[in-house]
């Protein structure tokens, strides 16, 4: 990790700042540090590459551990977010969150598409170790549910789930990346049929959380 944040250093003081800064953000040590364990799309040669490649005004984009195309896709430096396309059907998301105005943890969000897509979450010190208990609470399927009309309508809640037996919400980020979206996607891989019976039953598709200092609080 060291001789990564050497190398990211000196890719600073090669910039003329007018791609990122001189000033290495929080994220893109985030990205750099990043242990290949928990990465094994891009090495972290590769991501350095990536970051060096972005300063120099090129395009962000190396072949990656599987043969195929990754690329720093966007990057909000001021809050500390960035998103890296994996693949056509892949994404991750690095969200370096903030406690009283520092930096506090890094948040994670990996999402595959097959088609609909589907996310999965982590969150780690600054230092890259897993914490045991998360800053989001857990999504289900039955989030996105209105009990009240399954009861009223006689049905069991059994019913409405087993329909969506594929539990596919993906996470984004969005605004100014500190509000956290998930979506329901499980519709999508429904036929016509089990739409229909599901539709009534789906009081929203879309949940938001936003971070308040401690933890994604959900609106």
């Known amino acids: 990790m060291a001789a990564a ?103 994670l969000v990996f999402t595959a598409c097959a088609p609909a897509c589907s996310s999965h979450t982590g969150v780690f010190t600054l230092d890259w170790r897993l914490l045991p208990s998360s800053v989001l609470s857990n999504v289900s399927i039955n989030d996105f549910l209105d009990m009240d009309k399954i009861k009223e309508d006689g049905k069991k809640e059994e019913y409405v789930t087993s329909l969506l037996d594929l539990q596919l919400v993906d996470f984004s980020f969005a605004g100014d990346h500190n509000t956290l979206k998930a979506t329901l996607n499980s519709e999508k891989e429904l036929s016509q049929e089990d739409r229909d019976k599901v539709a009534p039953y789906i009081k929203t598709r879309q949940i938001t959380f936003v971070w308040d200092g401690t933890s994604f609080v959900r609106q």
């Open 5 to 107: 944040l050497t190398m990211l250093q000196s890719l600073a003081a090669q910039t003329d700042g007018t791609q990122i800064s001189g000033i290495v953000s929080n994220v893109e040590k985030a990205f750099v540090t990043m242990p290949d364990q928990y990465y094994m799309t891009l090495t972290q040669e590769m991501r350095i590459l990536m970051v060096d490649r972005l300063r120099k005004g090129e395009e962000p984009k190396v072949r990656n551990h599987f043969g195929g195309d990754s690329r720093i896709d966007s990057i909000d430096q001021q809050n500390d977010w960035m998103r890296i396309r994996n693949s056509e059907n892949g994404a991750l998301e690095i969200k370096v969150l903030q406690t009283q105005g520092k930096p506090s943890a890094i948040f």
